[in-house]
């Protein structure tokens, strides 16, 4: 199928979300419902999609809608607890994670205090200033200016290397960009605020994150930190090598001490708690709330994107039936402006898995998609946008 043909489903999903912000007394009516799940295989079929994992929420409703196999080889179906990976979207829960413990730490903890006061001397930057300036909300935002150390991030780093090793070996790190100016992605910075957490708390990220947000959210098949993935739960991934796609190596997801930038595992189950978490629903059923400014703080856009990652976020030519614009990022959130709603999201696109999680905090609507796989795309996360 070409783009061309394409084009109708295209369509077709604008169409669908518009119908998602007006029903009231449920989510989406059989009738509609089955236009969607015709729409999510026609997607499947003209992008060779294995598997696909899709939830939706909207006040206190929810509809989780599983299609395809998490696994070519033995023809496993995914199903509403196939794991599927999170990658950098990892990074919206760090980034709430820590958003908690500034609630909790009594001051200790602050998004604009240097990192240096809140753990010492261990931080050597490549810069005196840097080192001295840098706070969490930099970090998170990922405006330090610093490399992406982009290899690092795609290979990982040895599993017996500490938090503490990546620290103290940082100053090694060039500057590639102005300093609160611009945006890089850099997995490193993630981790360097996660640290922060660790030691102010005397605890490691995956502890936080399990005792702190996961199992007070109920989110108890999320994984934080895994060595095994050979279980039914986890969905296999596929790239594209030659016009085929063939599986990858479970390998590939360990990426040590960087865990807090793209580590995480869930599924459409647990998704339903999250997506009314970041929501503010008060309804929802968990051991833990996050006030709507603190929410606000994490989503607000304050930096606006290189125009390499506008073009590439932006749906605003001819072709799309809406517009569709960043706005900018926040910490661990992206935010567009569609059809007037701000939405704050989240995204990734990670040996063969891409992922997206879309907020509409102004009409209470969340909705988390994922994939195992496609054809070769030079933009893979636009099959979800």
């Known amino acids: 199928m070409g783009f061309q043909q394409c084009l109708?489903?295209?369509?077709?999903?604008?169409?669908?979300?518009?119908?998602?912000?007006?029903?009231?007394?449920?989510?989406?009516?059989?009738?509609?419902?089955?236009?969607?799940?015709?729409?999510?295989?026609?997607?499947?079929?003209?992008?060779?999609?294995?598997?696909?994992?899709?939830?939706?929420?909207?006040?206190?409703?929810?509809?989780?809608?599983?299609?395809?196999?998490?696994?070519?080889?033995?023809?496993?179906?995914?199903?509403?607890?196939?794991?599927?990976?999170?990658?950098?979207?990892?990074?919206?829960?760090?980034?709430?994670?820590?958003?908690q413990l500034t609630q909790r730490s009594e001051g200790s903890i602050q998004f604009d205090v240097p990192i240096a006061q809140l753990i010492g001397p261990e931080l050597q930057l490549s810069s005196e200033r840097l080192t001295e300036t840098?706070?969490?909300?930099?970090?998170?935002?990922?405006?330090?200016?610093?490399?992406?150390?982009?290899?690092a991030g795609m290979t990982g780093l040895p599993q017996a290397m500490s938090r503490s090793q990546v620290i103290s070996n940082l100053k090694e790190i060039p500057m590639q960009?102005?300093?609160?100016?611009?945006?890089?992605?850099?997995?490193?910075?993630?981790?360097l605020?996660?640290?922060?957490?660790?030691?102010?708390?005397?605890?490691?990220?995956?502890?936080?994150?399990?005792?702190?947000?996961?199992?007070?959210?109920?989110m108890t098949s999320t994984t934080v930190a895994t060595d095994d993935r050979s279980s039914p739960d986890f969905s296999r991934s596929y790239v594209s090598v030659d016009g085929l796609l063939v599986e990858t190596d479970p390998k590939i997801f360990d990426?040590?001490?960087?865990?807090?930038?793209?580590?995480?595992?869930?599924?459409?189950?647990?998704?339903?708690?999250g997506l009314k978490f970041f929501l503010g629903d008060p309804f929802l059923l968990s051991q833990t709330r996050m006030p709507a400014p603190l929410l606000e703080e994490l989503m607000i856009p304050r930096i606006l994107l290189p125009i390499g990652y506008r073009a590439s976020l932006d749906r605003s030519s001819y072709i799309w039936p809406v517009?569709?614009?960043?706005?900018?990022?926040?910490?661990?959130?992206?935010t567009n402006v569609y059809r007037g709603f701000q939405v704050p999201w989240a995204g990734s696109t990670t040996h063969g898995f891409s992922s997206i999680m879309w907020l509409i905090p102004e009409r209470s609507i969340g909705i988390f998609l994922s994939i195992n796989g496609q054809k070769h795309s030079q933009i893979p996360l636009a099959t979800l946008q």
Not at 53 to 65: F, L
Request: charged fraction near 20%; proline fraction near 4%; include cysteine.
């Open 134 to 151: 840098v706070t969490l909300r930099d970090a998170l935002m990922h405006r330090t200016g610093l490399s992406t150390g982009s290899i």
């Open 323 to 334: 517009p569709d614009i960043n706005v900018g990022y926040g910490m661990g959130f992206f």
């Open 193 to 218: 605020a996660a640290y922060v957490g660790e030691k102010v708390t005397s605890s490691t990220w995956e502890k936080l994150m399990r005792v702190h947000l996961l199992d007070k959210l109920l």
């Open 255 to 273: 990426i040590g001490p960087l865990a807090p930038a793209a580590t995480m595992f869930t599924n459409a189950e647990d998704m339903v708690k």
């Open 8 to 99: 109708p489903v295209i369509v077709m999903a604008a169409l669908l979300l518009q119908q998602l912000q007006t029903v009231t007394t449920e989510i989406l009516s059989s009738s509609d419902e089955a236009k969607l799940v015709s729409l999510l295989k026609n997607v499947m079929e003209c992008r060779q999609i294995p598997g696909l994992t899709m939830t939706i929420v909207k006040g206190k409703e929810h509809s989780i809608i599983p299609l395809g196999v998490s696994n070519k080889e033995t023809n496993e179906a995914v199903t509403p607890r196939t794991l599927f990976y999170l990658s950098t979207i990892t990074q919206a829960f760090t980034a709430t994670l820590l958003a």
């Open 177 to 191: 960009a102005d300093f609160r100016d611009d945006f890089r992605f850099n997995q490193f910075g993630i981790t």
